[in-house]
């Protein structure tokens, strides 16, 4: 394959990359803003209940300890 060939190539994938962004479904401004909502809190939540099962287990083995 020659230097041409190759960059045919490279244009003809962004060309179909572009085609397919075309047809993705994207959320509205409202749908995405309540989706970032939604994983801040579950990140939040998650983060605690770690760190409640960090904190209790350290413990319990200070205890053994």
Known sequence: MNAKQ???KVKQF???VVAEGK???WSSK???IGATIVVIFAILVL???IGL???VLSRLF????
């Open 6 to 8: 190759i960059l045919e």
């Open 14 to 16: 962004f060309r179909e």
């Open 23 to 25: 047809k993705v479904s």
């Open 30 to 32: 409202q749908e995405f």
């Open 47 to 49: 983060s605690m209940f």
């Open 53 to 55: 099962v960090d904190f």
């Open 62 to 65: 200070g205890l053994i300890m």
